[in-house]
């Protein structure tokens, strides 16, 4: 006969670990607090580690002892001293503007116990020093700081058009005053790729004032519409537009035009007001001809049809970006028509405003502004 | 008459109560695969498996009744009743130690497995060409980061899971100087510039970017290529009053940056991170395609790893059904994207990963010691055979051919 209590024993202890592990299931809901270098899609933190950053060059003292870099540091140095002193030298970049010049130098005096300037005192606390790289805001500012004494800055900082690198060396003051001139050395030895050949990748915001179907792929950006996959008829101005043969065009629609759902059809539409719509389509071919589609539209709008004759007068040219748009204006009856026709990439696309005449008449301007902001990718 | 009291030894050790639980898996799984169409793998997967019991909700009313075992409780009365049954019917000999070993691995696969539900993160890392991440991403759990900017060599990073803004409830934390208040939270929305909505109501946010853009709630979408977006209204309010209402969205690329008390703040919804004592640089990433195919062969990232405390500092090829396995998660390659500049990895963080590896093992040493087992005794019995026989033989007084008699071998 099996020992009963022995196993009553084991089953309870059986149960009790699966009360445990059910309340392991329980996911923690709690608040976390935790410390971390400054983020690389933080505003103020560098991005020099992503693809695309300007490649920086310097070359580096014989007496300074390299660090490893980290997620905020570009470079890293340590320069030992006597009696065991060390100062710390670091090459960080940011980007943007990096701050203004007052906010920078009252950045370090705070780092050394000092009170902040005012702008009229700021000239008196920067240098200039040109170097190959580009013109260096050169700083040497010391102070006094608790359980460190006496302290010392270097600091220098060169603007880019969209970035702004630092070089700092911070230490005791005498180290840092006997390093001056290798630190200025190594300013000059400093060499930055072309700007132009590596902008910052991270994504900027776009400006409010636009509504552009030429987004990145890579996800949705705020400041723009924004639809997401799961928006049933997602408004296809946030959709890389795809024509027949996989290439799409981009364009930029006037900030009052209000997105529709796009379907199969449309590559974009929207209401501009007082009934006015603007869709844009795209077919492979020809799709008829220009003159089925001149009358087509003439049609919608209550005009007569015109022949191959009168086709030059019914349609008008407009050369943007490349691209040739032929322009028919159907403006005749309560409905009017103003269309453009682009064969482009073994396709046809087509942008059409149509709607009540009087909508259409205030909203064209619009339009045929509109149609020159079309361009190939 | 009483009817005879039921005993409980008896119902946990029933074999009829394996085949029952058995029979209600198939109904459980049949049931989950037909509402995968509606949930989704995800889905199915919390509603069905990692669940004590399946709930359905009486039309008409928010009030959820449960209609089923789930996965959790079938699994634990399984191995409840696998356990008892053992003890209940066997009893341990050396001769069946194989037998023993063979089921101890199986409740072991069985417990790990449920472990591996409990305990198991799964997270994602992507990383462009040259870049370092030293974070993994949720892929499903989103959390609102509330983060300090003031000081300009760290940040302080407040993380509060959606699944406390989905309570409403107002949040202090000793880190923040003001409560931090949900407004609104919704699991999916779709955000829309707020000039090219007119007459669009006025929304929460008093501040940042979301004064301009309107947020519509939507339902979640179960599609495998879809995606969620979680948005929601915060109301941050200090002693001195409110700071502000942002609209905080997953949509949104970039966090909203505010000042409070003369420090810099930056507020955002977010994947949930796990942070890692380590870095990951994507120093290199290869896609090789058969040739005259779109069919990749091989897909491989070559990282940089280093730790935090410098021990480690190396470089690492990570590559299909090869991942690394660091700080306890494995980096899995899952995949590429940006025209393969960017790789993305998967991160599971399981710290019953061995447990599987350690049932198997367990089994086969069972298998072997069986077997083994009974090896030894086949052959001792056909070594002993003509001792064997011989015995009765002469015990019987029987005419056997006497061994002893015969020449010896040369």
Known sequence: ?377 | MASPRPNPLALFTSLRLTVALLLLSIVLIFAATLDQVHLGVWGVQQKYFRSFFVFSQIPGTGFLFPVFPGGYLLGAVLIVNLVAAHFYRFRFSWRKSGIWLTHIGLILLLVGEGLSGILQQDHQMRIDVGQSRRYSESFRETELAVTETTHPGYDEVVAIPAALLTEGRSIQHPMLPFLVKPVAYYPNATLRMRSQTPGAPPGPATAGEGTDIVATPIPETTKPDESNWPTGYVELAGPEGPVGTFLVSTMMDQSEAFAYQGRTWRIALRAKRDYLPFSITLLKFTHDIYPGTDIPRDFASTIRLRSDDGRDDRQVRIFMNNPLRFGGRAFYQAGYANNDRTTVLQVVRNPSWRIPYVSCALIVLGLIVQFGIHLLAFFRRRLGAPAGVRAPAVGSGGSGPDLASCPPSP
């Open chain 1, 1 to 377: 006969m099996p020992d009963v209590a022995q196993t009553h024993r084991r089953i309870a202890l059986l149960l009790a670990l699966g009360v445990c592990s059910g309340l392991a299931a329980c996911r923690d809901k709690s608040v976390t607090s935790y410390r971390i270098p400054k983020e690389p899609d933080s505003d103020q933190a560098p991005d020099a580690a992503q693809p695309g950053a300007p490649a920086i060059r310097w070359t580096v003292p014989a007496d300074w002892r390299p660090q490893p870099a980290s997620a905020m540091r570009q470079g890293s140095f340590l320069v030992a001293g006597a009696a065991g002193a060390a100062a710390d030298v670091s090459v960080v970049s940011f980007p943007g503007t990096g701050g203004d010049d007052l906010a920078n130098i009252n950045r370090w005096r705070e780092q050394l116990g000092l009170a902040p300037v005012s702008v009229a005192d700021l000239s008196g606390q920067v240098q200039s020093l040109a170097a190959s790289a580009g013109q260096f805001v050169f700083a040497d500012l010391a102070g006094t700081v608790a359980e460190k004494g006496d302290v010392r800055i270097l600091g220098a900082w060169l603007r880019q058009p969209d970035r702004v690198w630092f070089f700092k060396m911070m230490g005791p003051s005498e180290l840092v005053e006997a390093q001056r001139g290798v630190f200025t050395a190594f300013l000059q030895s400093v060499r930055l790729a072309d700007a132009a050949a590596g902008g910052p990748p991270i994504a900027k915001r776009a400006p409010a004032p636009s509504n552009t179907n030429d987004l990145p792929r890579g996800g949705p950006v705020a400041g723009v519409p924004l639809v997401p996959p799961a928006a049933g008829g997602a408004g296809m101005d946030s959709i890389p537009v795809q024509a027949e043969g996989g290439a799409s065009l981009v364009w930029q629609a006037p900030v009052d035009w209000q997105n529709l759902p796009g379907n199969a059809m449309r590559k974009g539409s929207y209401a501009l007001g007082g009934g006015a719509e603007v869709a844009i389509t795209a077919f492979p071919g020809d799709v008829g001809g220009v003159l089925a589609n001149v009358n087509r539209w003439r049609g919608q709008a209550g005009m007569a049809p015109v022949d191959e004759a009168g086709l030059g007068q019914a349609t008008t040219g407009i050369d943007s970006n490349g691209l040739h748009f032929l322009v028919v204006d159907a403006e005749g009856g309560s409905t009017s028509v103003v269309a453009a026709l682009l064969p482009w990439n073994g396709g046809t696309w087509f942008f059409k405003l149509t709607g009540p005449a009087d909508a259409v008449a205030r909203s064209k301007p619009a339009f045929l502004s509109f149609l020159r902001t079309v361009r190939a990718p």
